[in-house]
């Protein structure tokens, strides 16, 4: 069965960077886009980025433009997200999101578990 396994996540001071992973099997993981998703404590869903199946064009969200980072291992079957430059406004659990087609486009079937990224002084 599709899983996706963040470890990762946890805690930083503002300015500061985190990278989170994404391990993905049940599927063939360089067949599809995926993405990074997050939800702020009593805020909704917010899409964070996308990325091809093959990795050849990514998408943000304008939140997190020229600060976080998406990128993909198909040979590993991973997802990367890193991030950089770190706000308070970017604490929020974080979901690895499989995408059912190889573009990006908001057609999520499988979520992961999520993974806690807290920014503070």
């Known amino acids: 069965q599709v899983q996706l396994v963040e470890p990762g996540g946890g805690l930083t001071q503002p300015g500061g960077s985190l990278r989170l992973s994404c391990a993905a099997s049940?599927?063939?993981?360089?067949?599809?886009?995926m993405s990074w998703a997050r939800q702020a404590p009593g805020k909704g869903l917010e899409w964070v980025s996308g990325?091809?199946?093959?990795?050849?064009?990514?998408y943000y969200a304008d939140s997190v433009k020229g600060r976080f980072t998406i990128s993909r291992d198909n040979a590993k079957n991973t997802l990367y997200l890193q991030m950089n430059s770190l706000k308070p406004e970017d604490t929020a659990l974080y979901y690895c999101?499989?995408?059912?087609?190889?573009?990006?486009?908001?057609?999520?079937?499988?979520w992961g578990q999520g993974t806690q990224v807290t920014v503070s002084s």
């Open positions: 999101v499989k995408e059912r087609t190889r573009r990006p486009n908001f057609d999520y079937d499988y």
């Open positions: 049940g599927f063939t993981f360089s067949s599809y886009a």
């Open positions: 990325i091809y199946s093959d990795g050849s064009d990514t």
